[in-house]
């Protein structure tokens, strides 16, 4: 069982805040994008645009089941959550969604491969955040406010595991 699992949108900072939280607490970081594109021998951005978001999804349900199956903390793809698999799974693990102010999330994902931000991230990051915002809701025990330097993130971060 994992130790925790984060969610959050893109550029929330789950997999940085999931290594930084995971050498404070002495333990292995996991993340679901990482298993799922080790599964599929290709990154996920590239399986996302090529496999469709379905079976995309489907995949990232079993990444989760595996990452999660670890003594970790788990950071997740941000659409996981949009599976009733994935949220009855999430809701049986310590789960934290992790967010930060839309500004702070465009300037953290950059030019990054993220296929369903498309040409217009800050439309598409609105759109997420309004579609998800219950799902997330849903599976978290407690929001945790990711904005500032990563010092600050993991100190908020950290009190919310203790």
Do not use: I, N, Q
Not at 82 to 103: I, K, Q, S, V
């Amino acid at each position: 069982m994992a130790r925790v699992v984060l969610v959050g949108l893109p550029g929330a900072g789950k997999s940085t805040l999931a290594r930084a939280l995971a050498r404070r607490l002495g333990c292995a970081a996991l993340d679901t994008d990482e298993v799922l594109a080790r599964r599929v021998a290709v990154p996920t951005a590239a399986y996302l645009r090529d496999a469709g978001e379905e079976r995309f999804r489907a995949a990232e349900v079993e990444a989760l089941v595996e990452a999660l199956g670890a003594d970790a903390v788990v950071a997740t793809g941000a659409g996981v959550v949009t599976r009733a698999d994935a949220r009855e799974r999430l809701r049986a693990e310590r789960t934290l969604w992790l967010d930060a102010p839309d500004a702070t999330l465009l300037e953290r994902v950059g030019d990054g491969d993220r296929p369903l931000l498309g040409e217009y991230p800050a439309e598409a990051l609105a759109r997420l955040r309004a579609e998800r915002h219950a799902l997330y809701e849903a599976v978290a025990s407690a929001v945790v406010d990711t904005s500032g330097t990563l010092e600050e993130a993991l100190e908020r971060l950290t009190r919310a595991v203790s």
